[in-house]
């Protein structure tokens, strides 16, 4: 079985910084890629970015990149996103969220998911 569990949302105020991060367990070997998604009140969820498992590959929605960094740490299964210059739009919760074949870039893509962790940008 495998788990992923996400930490660091918070609230924070516009401009802003918050590292989230996923940490997994369980089978991790058949990972190909993890990667964030996000879900805004009243929107669906979409892709936020990917990395690939092995390897340093990534991959970003236009919406936010030069603003968020995802980043990994093999030796602790941890997938960390950095998010820098929050905006009130930037608000959702965000969901981890693993593949075992090609990059999580879209949902149904998508083998794991996390429970989320939500993210409020104040004005």
């Known amino acids: 079985q495998v788990q992923l569990v996400e930490s660091g949302g918070g609230l924070v105020q516009a401009g802003g910084s918050l590292r989230l991060s996923c940490a997994a367990s369980g089978r991790i070997l058949s990972f190909t890629a993890m990667g964030w998604f996000r879900r805004a009140p009243g929107k669906e969820r979409e892709f936020v970015a990917a990395?690939?498992?092995?390897?340093?590959?990534?991959y970003y929605a236009d919406s936010v990149k030069g603003q968020f960094t995802i980043s990994k740490d093999n030796g602790k299964n941890t997938v960390y996103l950095q998010m820098n210059s929050l905006k009130p739009e930037d608000t959702a919760v965000y969901y981890c969220?693993?593949?075992?074949?090609?990059?999580?870039?879209?949902?149904?893509?998508?083998?794991?998911w996390g429970q989320g962790t939500q993210v409020t940008v104040s004005s």
């Open positions: 990395i690939k498992w092995n390897g340093d590959y990534t």
């Open positions: 969220a693993a593949t075992r074949s090609g990059m999580p870039t879209v949902s149904r893509v998508v083998d794991y």
